[in-house]
């Protein structure tokens, strides 16, 4: 917005001037009021276009079936003179900056949910432009404004009037061009005939644009006839559009009109809930402001240009045509909508907000002690899977249930991974900080159960229930995390925390679990699970703020069930496979209806939209890399600590506690790598940097602890590759759970969280089977005397397996993960 100079108008019909909002092919675009303040933008054509009376004619009946065109989603013509000097027409002022500016210059692409919208928002629009009798014809992201309620389509009508300019009269002598070449249709770029669907292909250049900063054919720099002819003969590039909405997109930008869908099919296919916020918060606090400010906008007096000539007012007697007007600056020919100067694709799928807006709304004055409540109930999960392992042989001599069966710990993990994706689906639709209470008061009474079991039966029942529960703690708490800090240093240091837990969390529970169990039993080790969780339960009542479930939340139960099923039985099958054998029939059952009805699982939400593959699946290459970089993780890091307590307790004989005490530099230096240098390095670092740099790291610490000395139970040779191993998590988790979780829909964080720690529970399976098998394998072959050898050689085999499955991780993280250093959060719900 600009102010008014000399040689502008002060008045065009019964409109008063204040500002200049731009200038376009047609003419100038000023901002009006009413004599009872209505806010409006008024266009005035071009002296030469007015000289054309075919064009005056057009564009009379132009104007008069746009004013017939209704929607929510346009911006209505309310007057118009198409017989004045110059012909204007003045539409309702849409408060917001156009979609060029939003993705180019402002912040970035779009997150999914909000091209997901866009898409349905644009085809509801061109159902009434085109329901009015009109085809827009240049339809492209600088006639799309930006709201806080929904984009706006203008200009529709216009372009069909200036295409009477380009017949031999005035085609010949300047070369113009009606509409972007970016944004036209094939048809379009070869002179044809136009119906609707040449809108519907633009509308698939817009929603591209949207979700990629990038034109679908390219820059135009190498020339208007080579990008011409892209336009017209060349597949489009989809690289970055978000998987759900591939398939629509490439349909609307089919070669052949006929095989486009409607704006109708377009509408029903991306159908949104109207009350749900379509842009992340941040943004529609700054577009909240903006709309203020130019609301608000003061005219000031208007400055006289240094000219030869003074300008003169316009004549009073004529108060709708300016008696004398300097004309105004003939645009290029071929102006296309410039692309980004420079690739925009945060991390966290949208760029930074402008400099020179204020931050939004302060964020929860709680949210730290909030995230110190989700690490608690983190903490509380790990010390309890470990802290029970430790304990196993102590709690099956006293309540004397077969080792060969279902044991309790196999009972918490098949609950925990079987109801994982439903725990996540069950967050989004109840909302994170109530399944998160529900979880903690659940988690609790199943400890004290476990506590008080007097025989095996009641005690695999009450650790079925603590892995049910986990399983509403895990994605709840992530998705509270990844949802509740949009300040990217604060993001960073929140999941330098989350990340410190989750790599030096476990030896802390096998230090605690075996302490337990030594200075009093194991019945106090399930115990002091109680405390802990009415802490957390107070917290999270007290601390964590609420929000009621978000509009727009969409279930794929058949498909949470489908995944629940695969993970249940693929765990259960390498469970069984670890204790029983690879070969076994009940095994490869497991295991491959577990992959079969995983795949089916992929398949359903790759192709589904506004489910779960809203979550790390949704079509994002940077979340598909974290999750499969954390299954990778799993079978490696994650399967250390069993083969460490392994070789500790069964080689040297050490006991649970003192075992702990042993693995901790291993989590001192977890806990320093996530929170002094991962979560100092986040915010300015691509995360592929921080995690590539950290798995190698671990890598290189696993490899050092598989050259031991067979004499030394605990030698200083052992303390720097725990320290590497430990360190290397640290620096990774972090940005693999922000990456991994990024840029995914509120509505949705619970489901994604809930895909993050069903990829880490498979390739923990995995790991725990291969440990179990390379040991069992070593000890088949011993005697009794060789026992400790063997043992201690089977500890350095899964060494070596687990250091080439983080080094595996390590490349497929450099290969798939390309986000830059996050510079603004998407989400706010807290």
């Given at each position: 917005?600009?102010?008014?100079?000399?040689?502008?108008?002060?008045?065009?019909?019964?409109?008063?001037?204040?500002?200049?909002?731009?200038?376009?092919?047609?003419?100038?675009?000023?901002?009006?009021?009413?004599?009872?303040?209505?806010?409006?933008?008024?266009?005035?054509?071009?002296?030469?276009?007015?000289?054309?009376?075919?064009?005056?004619?057009?564009?009379?009946?132009?104007?008069?079936?746009?004013?017939?065109?209704?929607?929510?989603?346009?911006?209505?013509?309310?007057?118009?003179?198409?017989?004045?000097?110059?012909?204007?027409?003045?539409?309702?002022?849409?408060?917001?900056?156009?979609?060029?500016?939003?993705?180019?210059?402002?912040?970035?692409?779009?997150?999914?949910?909000?091209?997901?919208?866009?898409?349905?928002?644009?085809?509801?629009?061109?159902?009434?432009?085109?329901?009015?009798?009109?085809?827009?014809?240049?339809?492209?992201?600088?006639?799309?404004?930006?709201?806080?309620?929904?984009?706006?389509?203008?200009?529709?009508?216009?372009?069909?009037?200036?295409?009477?300019?380009?017949?031999?009269?005035?085609?010949?002598?300047?070369?113009?061009?009606?509409?972007?070449p970016g944004f036209m249709s094939p048809e379009q770029v070869r002179g044809r005939e136009l119906t609707p669907a040449s809108?519907?292909?633009?509308?698939?250049?817009?929603?591209?644009?949207?979700?990629?900063?990038?034109?679908?054919?390219?820059a135009a720099d190498s020339g208007l006839n080579a990008h011409l002819f892209r336009v017209a003969e060349e597949e489009p590039d989809l690289t970055g559009v978000p998987q759900p909405l591939t398939g629509l997109v490439r349909a609307c930008l089919e070669k052949d009109p006929a095989a486009r869908p409607t704006p109708r099919e377009v509408a029903d296919r991306t159908a949104v809930d109207q009350a749900e916020e379509w842009l992340p918060g941040t943004v529609l606090a700054q577009l909240g402001r903006r709309a203020a400010r130019l609301l608000d906008w003061a005219p000031e007096t208007p400055a006289a240009e240094p000219a030869a000539e003074p300008a003169t007012r316009p004549d009073p007697r004529v108060p709708s045509v300016p008696r004398q007007h300097q004309p105004v600056p003939t645009p290029p020919p071929y102006a296309p909508t410039p692309p980004a100067q420079a690739p925009l694709v945060p991390a966290q799928g949208f760029g930074p907000p402008p400099a020179d807006l204020p931050e939004p709304g302060a964020p929860h004055p709680r949210r730290w002690w909030g995230l110190g409540v989700i690490a608690l109930t983190q903490l509380l999960v790990l010390l309890d899977v470990m802290g029970f392992s430790t304990v196993l042989p102590t709690v099956q001599s006293d309540l004397g249930f077969?080792?060969?069966?279902?044991?309790?710990?196999?009972?918490?993990?098949?609950?925990?991974?079987?109801?994982?994706?439903?725990?996540?689906?069950?967050?989004?639709?109840?909302?994170?900080?109530?399944?998160?209470?529900?979880?903690?008061?659940?988690?609790?009474?199943?400890?004290?159960?476990?506590?008080?079991?007097?025989?095996?039966?009641?005690?695999?029942?009450?650790?079925?229930?603590q892995g049910s529960f986990a399983a509403l703690l895990a994605p709840s708490a992530l998705s509270l995390v990844s949802t509740?800090?949009?300040?990217?240093?604060?993001?960073?240091?929140?999941?330098?925390?989350?990340?410190?837990?989750?790599?030096?969390?476990?030896?802390?529970?096998?230090?605690?679990?075996?302490?337990?169990?030594?200075?009093?039993?194991?019945?106090?080790?399930?115990?002091?699970?109680?405390?802990?969780?009415?802490?957390a339960l107070i917290g999270a009542a007290?601390?964590?703020?609420?929000?009621?479930?978000?509009?727009?939340?969409?279930?794929?139960?058949?498909?949470?069930?489908?995944?629940?099923?695969?993970?249940?039985?693929?765990?259960?099958?390498?469970?069984?496979?670890?204790?029983v054998g690879w070969s076994t029939p009940l095994a490869l059952g497991l295991i491959a209806a577990g992959v079969l009805l995983l795949v089916a699982f992929l398949r359903r939400?790759?192709?589904?939209?506004?489910?779960?593959?809203?979550?790390?699946?949704?079509?994002?290459?940077?979340?598909?890399?974290?999750?499969?970089?954390?299954?990778?993780?799993?079978?490696?890091?994650?399967?250390?600590?069993?083969?460490?307590?392994?070789y500790m307790q069964y080689v040297f004989g050490y006991a649970p506690g003192m075992v702990g005490v042993m693995l901790l530099p291993l989590a001192a230096a977890a806990v320093i790598a996530a929170t002094q240098v991962s979560a100092r390095l986040q915010h300015r670092t691509p995360p592929r940097v921080l995690i590539v740099s950290g798995l190698v790291t671990s890598a290189?610490?696993?490899?050092?602890?598989?050259?031991?000395?067979?004499?030394?139970?605990?030698?200083?040779?052992?303390?720097?590759?725990?320290v590497l191993a430990g360190f290397g998590s640290g620096l990774a988790f972090g940005p693999l759970f922000a990456t991994a979780t990024a840029g995914v829909s509120p509505q949705h964080a619970g489901a994604a969280s809930a895909i993050v720690g069903a990829a880490q529970q498979v390739g923990e399976a995995i790991g725990v089977a291969l440990l179990v098998t390379v040991i069992s394998a070593r000890l088949s072959a011993s005697s009794e005397d060789s026992r400790s050898?063997?043992?201690?050689?089977?500890?350095?085999?899964?060494?070596?397996?687990?250091?080439?499955?983080?080094?595996?991780?390590?490349?497929?993280?450099?290969?798939?993960?390309?986000?830059?250093?996050?510079?603004?959060?998407?989400?706010?719900?807290?």
């Open positions: 917005m600009d102010q008014l100079i000399a040689a502008d108008p002060t008045r065009i019909g019964p409109y008063r001037l204040i500002a200049r909002l731009g200038e376009g092919g047609m003419g100038l675009v000023y901002l009006g009021r009413s004599e009872v303040g209505r806010t409006v933008a008024v266009k005035v054509v071009q002296a030469e276009h007015a000289g054309h009376p075919e064009f005056r004619r057009r564009f009379a009946r132009e104007v008069a079936a746009a004013r017939r065109v209704g929607g929510d989603w346009t911006a209505a013509v309310l007057d118009a003179d198409p017989e004045a000097a110059v012909p204007w027409v003045a539409t309702q002022y849409i408060p917001g900056p156009d979609l060029r500016t939003v993705v180019a210059e402002d912040f970035g692409p779009l997150p999914e949910y909000s091209v997901h919208t866009l898409a349905n928002r644009l085809a509801v629009a061109l159902q009434a432009v085109h329901g009015a009798g009109l085809i827009h014809r240049d339809l492209k992201p600088s006639n799309v404004l930006v709201t806080v309620d929904g984009p706006r389509v203008i200009d529709f009508g216009i372009a069909r009037a200036m295409d009477s300019l380009t017949g031999d009269s005035l085609h010949t002598r300047t070369g113009m061009l009606i509409g972007s809108d519907v292909f633009c509308l698939g250049a817009v929603l591209v644009y949207a979700a990629t900063g990038r034109l679908l054919f390219g077969a080792s060969d069966g279902v044991n309790p710990v196999t009972a918490y993990v098949l609950a925990f991974g079987g109801l994982l994706l439903l725990g996540g689906q069950i967050a989004d639709l109840l909302g994170a900080k109530r399944t998160l209470i529900i979880g903690l008061s659940g988690f609790a009474l199943a400890s004290v159960l476990c506590g008080s079991a007097g025989d095996p039966v009641l005690l695999i029942t009450a650790r079925a229930l509740g800090f949009t300040d990217p240093r604060e993001r960073a240091r929140a999941f330098g925390i989350y990340g410190a837990v989750a790599a030096g969390g476990g030896v802390i529970g096998l230090l605690s679990g075996g302490w337990l169990a030594e200075v009093a039993s194991w019945r106090v080790s399930q115990y002091i699970s109680l405390p802990l969780a009415v802490i007290t601390l964590l703020p609420g929000r009621p479930p978000r509009a727009g939340t969409r279930s794929d139960w058949l498909g949470a069930l489908l995944g629940s099923a695969g993970l249940a039985a693929l765990v259960y099958g390498m469970d069984e496979a670890g204790r939400q790759t192709a589904a939209s506004g489910t779960l593959s809203a979550g790390p699946l949704g079509g994002n290459r940077d979340r598909f890399g974290s999750v499969l970089v954390l299954l990778l993780t799993g079978v490696g890091f994650l399967a250390l600590l069993p083969a460490l307590t392994t290189v610490g696993l490899l050092v602890l598989g050259f031991v000395d067979s004499g030394s139970a605990y030698g200083p040779h052992l303390v720097p590759g725990m050898e063997d043992l201690m050689h089977g500890y350095t085999d899964t060494l070596w397996w687990a250091a080439g499955a983080l080094l595996l991780a390590a490349l497929a993280a450099g290969l798939l993960i390309r986000a830059r250093a996050p510079r603004a959060a998407d989400v706010n719900v807290w």
